[in-house]
């Protein structure tokens, strides 16, 4: 079964009925940048908890977590786990943001990968899910769930580029065939594969 066959599959099954647009809540904003950290080695109904307190104080945005104290901060990310380590990594990301970008507009438009994978505790998933559905950008997030799916149906990839790179090609070549469904966004095709495979999986 080729990747393109996968993603018809899945689609037909409307597994992201009364999802957001983009499958991962609040995409485009600090909120859904905070939840791609956050949603590390844990379940999302902890990043929600964690979300939900975070919202309770003040309103979300880079200023906030550069002024909150971070223990407080790691209080209210606790049931996400790791609360130490990611507090300081929010705190670090945001301060990263604002020095070298000046605002996160700006970081949105104009961030690359690769500075990405130069913050602390960012690694390939995070940062596609960072660039895909914070900034909209032309990328795919594979994952735990992706690996396991392909390798059902008979694809094996040994590196996360490998994968990325086959599912991303299979839908830019059968672009034609799928590009009205998704609005002509190659990037609201990708986060809706990526969020279609997720579901699935989790059933």
């Given at each position: 079964m080729?990747?393109?066959e996968i993603?018809?599959e899945?689609r037909d099954?409307?597994?992201?009925?009364?999802?957001?647009k983009y499958?991962?809540p609040?995409?485009g904003?600090v909120w859904?940048?905070?939840?791609t950290i956050?949603?590390?080695?844990?379940k999302?109904?902890?990043v929600?908890k964690s979300m939900s307190?975070?919202?309770?104080?003040?309103p979300?945005n880079l200023e906030m977590l550069l002024?909150?104290p971070?223990?407080y901060?790691a209080?209210?990310?606790?049931p996400?786990?790791f609360?130490?380590?990611?507090?300081h990594?929010?705190?670090?990301?945001?301060?990263?943001i604002?020095?070298?970008?000046g605002d996160?507009?700006?970081f949105k438009?104009n961030?690359e990968r690769?500075?990405?994978?130069?913050?602390?505790?960012?690694?390939f998933?995070?940062?596609d899910?960072i660039?895909?559905?914070?900034?909209?950008?032309?990328?795919m997030v594979?994952?735990?769930y992706?690996?396991?799916?392909?390798?059902?149906?008979?694809?094996e990839?040994?590196e996360?580029?490998?994968?990325q790179?086959?599912?991303?090609?299979?839908?830019?070549?059968?672009?034609?065939?799928?590009s009205?469904?998704?609005e002509?966004n190659?990037n609201?095709?990708?986060?809706?594969?990526h969020g279609?495979i997720v579901?699935?999986?989790?059933?």
């Open positions: 080729s990747g393109y993603y018809c899945l099954k409307n597994l992201l009925i009364n999802k957001p499958w991962w609040n995409a904003s859904c940048l905070i939840s956050l949603t590390q080695n844990t999302w109904q902890n929600t307190n975070l919202s309770s104080i003040a979300i002024d909150i971070q223990d901060l209080t209210l990310i606790a996400s786990g609360k130490n380590q990611k507090s990594r929010l705190k670090l990301l945001a301060h990263n604002i020095n070298d970008f996160f507009e700006t438009d961030v690769d500075w990405l994978l130069a913050q602390k505790g960012i690694g998933e995070s940062a899910s660039l895909c559905y914070v900034c909209f950008k032309e990328v594979v994952d735990k992706t690996q396991r799916l392909l390798s059902a149906k008979g694809l990839f040994e996360y580029h490998d994968l790179g086959y599912l991303q090609n299979e839908i830019i070549e059968n672009w034609g065939s799928i009205q469904e998704n002509n190659l609201l095709c990708f986060a809706r594969f279609m579901e699935f999986m989790k059933k």
